[in-house]
């Protein structure tokens, strides 16, 4: 199975978990990275020869694709009204284009194959509400959700389609999206839940929906936010007092 972007962040929870459950674990990322338990090729996701060489040498190694969980992606701070066109058009491309890219070259192998595949798309809450700073990465990511649907669709049967919809995730990188520690307790705080998603979270979604469990589920979006973000009237209303 192929993680990509698998090697930090979600993605190296994602691939921790798979790889826990026996699998066969191979992920990629633009720059070189050493000391990883799992096959690791250099992949910009964004680069249409660099993918198809990809899963080609995939195909020709192990014969099969059997699970792809498009991970790679996100966005740093940066308000509409300020950032580039090109700014704007490479998070699209990175979180919306490379994620189809990807797919369409998996489905290809995964089609010929006698028990087809399955493909996970990670997607986040900042496609179903507002999402300030990040618009772009918003959009994309509402647009990867609509994505998930349709190839549900179009490359059924063989091939299923779903998204694990990721709410907020403490990872190494936390402070640069939620502050210091005491900032990151706090926003915690807000989640019904008590806690933000720890990568695994994500990961043990993403390993069911590609599972044989899952086997009827396709063009679904899982939402995994520990009860999402209560609307912010409550907080304000007298009669929570």
């Not at 699998?23 to 020869?49: K, N, Q, S, W």
């Not at 190694?61 to 308000?79: E, K, M, Q």
């Amino acid at each position: 199975m192929l993680v990509t972007g698998g090697v930090r962040g979600v993605g190296a929870g994602i691939s921790a978990v798979f790889a826990e459950q026996g699998a066969t674990v191979i992920t990629c990322a633009r720059r070189a990275v050493h000391g990883l338990p799992y096959e690791f090729h250099v992949c910009d996701v964004r680069d249409e020869d660099a993918v198809t060489r990809l899963v080609d040498v995939i195909g020709e190694r192990h014969g099969r694709l059997d699970v792809l969980v498009n991970n790679a992606g996100g966005s740093p701070y940066a308000l509409a009204a300020e950032a580039t066109p090109t700014f704007h058009r490479k998070i699209i491309e990175l979180n919306l284009i490379a994620p189809l890219l990807v797919s369409q070259r998996a489905n290809v192998l995964m089609q010929r194959q006698p028990g087809g595949g399955s493909i996970v798309n990670v997607s986040s809450v900042s496609g179903r509400r507002p999402s300030p700073g990040t618009a772009a990465y918003g959009a994309a990511k509402a647009g990867l959700e609509n994505l998930t649907a349709t190839l549900a669709v179009e490359w059924a049967p063989k091939v299923r389609v779903n998204a694990v919809i990721g709410g907020m995730v403490e990872t190494e990188q936390s402070e640069l999206f939620y502050g210091d520690a005491d900032s990151i307790a706090r926003v915690a705080a807000t989640v019904p839940l008590g806690r933000l998603a720890q990568p695994a979270d994500i990961g043990w979604a993403a390993a069911f929906l590609a599972s044989d469990l899952a086997s009827y589920i396709s063009g679904a979006s899982v939402a995994v936010h520990g009860g999402g973000e209560p609307p912010p009237y409550l907080a304000a209303s007298s009669a929570n007092k």
